[in-house]
């Protein structure tokens, strides 16, 4: 390390957060007649909103009409505030769970990702810190739907339902300002990430105070990542634009493009069904200057059978000022970007580790906070690619103690998120921001290194930073 440390040139912008709902396909737990019948019967009975029509003739029965925990009064409350917002009807899940009959029918696979803890998704283990956003079940909800299970799905009494919910309201107390692709785009294969190049509209300095994303075809959008390209920068994602004659130019893990210092596509905000909006902390925002322009990556899925183009926009509440500027800092050793980040091939279990005192380079990262002066954390995301297994994030006090930002044991790409703290953790100086990253490359015949590309791999922490 040089007498004044430095970190996160280049690439290390190159982070894709996808929040919320994978697309991955899944098995129900019943077989292929009990699905028909389950279809069938949804075609003709029910409405969209899980009450079904009470006016239409009765649909066949699937499981009793009654029991102690039944499905009107016990599960679909449970089922509209953790599910559908991702697994309804025309979105990316890859079925939907907005009926009685499509939960009945997937009712084994939902206790056994409830199990396995891979549903509702999310990464950090319980015993590291407390974040606004966790969707897990707590224990009482577990029981109720475990009993709904053992009792082979109760239908009840329809007139228990609760009312139907509104699902993926923007969220942000207003709308300033909306993006969107300049035409529609048809994504190519089952996986594509697309970069988009929008205008950045104001014409005097302006903050992002508040993001949401609206995907014009929610069965294809997993995720969209907003990245603030300054105007300095603007000429060299100008040319990747123009150098690919469909809408958007191809783009993986950031928004593409040479980048030789930190403040390059810093991130605005990020999105997945599920994830909602994300007004950002009371009196901060993230500065934008006239003459830039935003860089919209969005990953496409179709696993699911998703079709069609898309034309995605994403809404913005902005503020000509605010009390205390924000700014995403990335966190990672600069040695591994300039290739000292091994993962030999073969070895099950790789480990890189790094700290430093990010008040000793707050000059060099950015002017919202002054080197060598206290700054609160309100957020932290963790970046890997496919061949991670698990990470974490603490602090490293002065005194002695160490505080945990995230603890995530089992990595997993597709459900990457930003960990909202319950409380903003303050960090002074003297203290020590670590990162550790884990990878099984034992099935690989390569050695890897720190990339852009899928086959690459990152150590990446992004952290909403403000002053005190």
């Not at 007649?33 to 699937?62: H, I, V």
């Not at 990245?227 to 603007?234: E, S």
């Not at 690989?444 to 990446?460: A, H, R, S, Y």
Request: aromatic content about 8%; hydrophobic content about 40%; proline content about 9%.
């Amino acid at each position: 390390m040089t007498d004044r440390p430095t970190t996160l040139p280049t690439q290390a912008f190159a982070f894709s957060m996808l929040l919320a709902c994978a697309a991955a396909p899944a098995t129900p737990g019943t077989g292929d007649e009990a699905s028909d019948e389950a279809s069938d019967e949804a075609t003709a009975a029910n409405d969209s909103s899980g009450l079904g029509d009470a006016s239409t003739t009765a649909a066949p029965e699937l499981g009793p009409d009654d029991g102690s925990v039944t499905f009107y009064r016990d599960v679909l409350p449970i089922v509209q505030s953790r599910c559908i917002a991702c697994h309804r009807d025309g979105n990316i899940a890859p079925f939907s769970l907005e009926r009685y009959e499509d939960a009945w029918t997937w009712r084994e696979a939902i206790m056994a990702s409830i199990t396995a803890g891979t549903m509702p998704p999310w990464l950090p283990g319980a015993d590291c810190n407390t974040y606004t956003n966790d969707p897990s079940l707590p224990p009482d909800e577990v029981e109720v739907l475990a009993a709904w299970v053992a009792e082979q799905g109760p239908r009840g009494d329809l007139g228990d339902a609760p009312p139907p919910v509104e699902v993926e309201p923007s969220g942000l107390p207003r709308v300033d300002l909306t993006l969107a692709l300049p035409e529609p785009y048809t994504p190519v294969g089952a996986d594509d990430y697309r970069c988009f190049l929008l205008d950045w509209p104001l014409d005097a300095p302006a903050y992002v105070t508040g993001f949401h994303a609206k995907p014009g075809n929610a069965s294809i959008v997993h995720h969209a990542i907003a990245y603030n390209i300054t105007p300095d920068r603007v000429t060299q994602y100008e040319a990747l634009d123009a150098a690919d004659p469909s809408a958007g130019y191809p783009c993986f893990g950031g928004p593409g493009g040479a980048v030789s210092d930190p403040g390059a596509g810093l991130w605005l905000g990020a999105w997945a069904p599920g994830g909602g909006a994300a007004p950002y902390p009371e009196g901060t925002g993230l500065a934008m200057a006239p003459g830039s322009k935003v860089v919209l990556q969005i990953h496409y899925n179709t696993a699911a059978g998703g079709v069609g183009s898309d034309q995605t926009s994403i809404e913005m509440m902005t503020a000509t000022e605010v009390e205390r500027e924000a700014f995403m800092m990335l966190w990672a050793d600069i040695d591994w970007l300039g290739g000292n980040m091994p993962i030999p091939a073969g070895d099950a279990d790789v480990e890189h580790t790094w700290a430093l005192d990010p008040t000793l380079v707050m000059d060099f990262l950015t002017d919202v906070v002054p080197p060598d002066q206290p700054f609160m954390i309100h957020s932290s995301s963790q970046h890997m690619h496919l061949l991670g297994t698990r990470a974490r994030q603490d602090i490293l006090r002065a005194d002695g103690s160490n505080t945990c930002l995230v603890d995530i044991p089992q990595w997993d790409f597709g459900w990457q998120s930003a960990y909202r703290f319950s409380d903003p953790v303050r960090f002074e100086p003297g203290d020590t921001l670590r990162l550790s990253c884990h990878w099984d490359n034992a099935s690989g015949t390569q050695d890897v290194n720190w990339g852009e590309g899928t086959g690459d791999e990152m150590c990446l922490g992004v952290y909403y930073v403000t002053g005190i």
